[in-house]
C-alpha cells in the first residue's frame, strides 16, 4: 500500500500519515490536487489532505478540486491537534525580531495572525504549498532574515530553531484530514481513538426554487439525522450558483439515508454520496501507533 500526503516531509499531513499508516510506504505530492490526481492515476493506494481547519475553516482546494476535478471517495478522517511554531535558521536566532519574511500556508499564517501581527509587524507573510514548504525554504536560504511558521516535526526535519513556540492565536486548533480513494471501502484503525461515522454528501439545489434549502435541511431533520457541518461553495457556473456539502454524523442506516438521498432527488436535488467512513483523533501533535 502507497499512501500519498500534501509534502514536503514534515507537514502537518505527513505527521497524520505517519500515526495512522505507521510502516506503510508514504510519498509526498507538492499539492493537493498532485496528490488527488496520483490516486486517480493509481500511483497510490490512497492519499492524505487537509479538509478544515478549527479556526481557518474549510481548505476550499481540497472541496473544489474532489467536487469539479477528481472525483475520489473519502474512505477516512483523522482529526489532528494543530500547535504552531515561529522558527528560523539557528544563524538568526538572536535576530527572529527582525524578520522581513513569514512563510506558510495560509492557514497556519491566518492562525496566528494576532502573534504576527504583535511581535513581527510588518514582516511580509508569505503563501507557501504547505507548512514544511516553508521551514524547507528556510533552511535552504540562511542568508536571508527569514522566519516559517511550522510543527516541531518540521523545525527537527530541517535543522531550524524554534523562537518562538505555540503561536496559534486560539487553543483547540484542530484540523480534519481526509483520506482519499478510488473504492468505497472505509478504512479502519485499531490503535488511534475511535470517534464516530459519518457520511459526507455533496447536494446542489433545483434552480432558483424559493424554500429549496429549508426543504432539504427538513429531510435531514425529520429523520433526526444529525448534521455536523453544512458548507456552501460556488458551482462555478455564474454568480449566485452554489452547491452544499454536508455531514452527516451517525452510521449509514441504509433504510433512513436512502430515503433521505431519494426524498432530495424528488425535491430537483443533484445528490453524490461522497463517502461514507470512519473518524478518528489523534491526541497528541504527533501521535505515533502501531500499525493498522
Ligand atoms: O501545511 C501543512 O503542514 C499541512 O499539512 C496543511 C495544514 C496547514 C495548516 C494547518 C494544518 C494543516
Not at 33 to 61: F, Q, R
Not at 176 to 186: C, T, V
Request: aromatic share 10%; charged share 20%.
Amino acid at each position: 500500500m502507497k499512501v500519498g500526503y500534501l509534502g514536503p516531509e514534515a507537514t502537518f499531513t505527513h505527521g497524520a500519515v505517519q500515526a495512522f499508516f505507521s510502516g506503510k510506504e508514504s510519498i509526498p505530492y507538492a499539492t493537493i490536487p498532485d496528490c488527488m490526481d496520483a490516486v486517480a492515476k493509481g500511483e497510490i493506494t490512497c492519499a492524505v489532505v487537509p479538509l478544515e481547519n478549527a479556526i481557518e475553516g474549510s481548505v476550499n482546494i481540497t472541496i473544489d478540486y474532489l467536487v469539479h476535478e477528481q472525483p475520489l471517495h473519502i474512505v477516512g478522517e483523522i482529526a489532528v491537534p494543530i500547535k504552531q511554531h515561529l522558527a528560523v535558521h539557528p544563524i538568526n536566532a538572536d535576530n527572529w525580531r527582525n524578520v522581513e519574511r513569514v512563510l506558510s500556508h495560509p492557514h497556519a499564517l491566518a492562525q496566528c495572525h494576532k502573534f504576527l501581527h504583535t511581535y513581527v509587524h510588518g514582516a511580509v507573510l508569505e503563501q507557501m504549498t504547505s507548512t514544511s514548504a516553508g521551514a524547507k525554504y528556510v533552511a535552504e536560504h540562511e542568508g536571508e532574515c527569514i522566519a516559517a511558521v511550522c510543527n516541531e516535526f518540521a523545525v527537527e526535519h530541517y535543522g531550524l530553531q524554534i523562537v518562538a513556540h505555540d503561536i496559534h492565536t486560539y487553543k483547540g486548533n484542530y484540523t480534519r484530514f481526509i483520506i482519499l480513494a478510488k473504492g468505497e471501502e472505509a478504512l479502519s484503525h485499531a490503535f488511534i481513538p475511535y470517534t464516530g461515522e459519518k457520511s459526507t454528501w455533496m447536494i446542489t439545489l433545483p434552480f432558483n426554487q424559493a424554500g429549496a434549502l429549508h426543504q432539504v435541511l427538513s429531510a435531514f431533520s425529520w429523520r433526526k439525522l444529525n448534521l455536523s457541518k453544512i458548507e456552501s461553495r460556488p458551482m462555478k457556473t455564474g454568480l449566485g450558483n452554489y452547491f452544499f456539502l454536508i455531514d452527516v454524523e451517525q452510521t449509514w442506516d441504509e433504510v433512513l439515508m436512502r430515503g433521505a438521498k431519494e426524498e432530495l432527488e424528488a425535491l430537483g436535488c443533484g445528490v453524490t454520496i461522497i463517502g461514507r467512513y470512519s473518524c478518528y483523533v489523534l491526541h497528541t501533535e504527533m501521535e505515533n501507533s502501531p500499525s493498522m
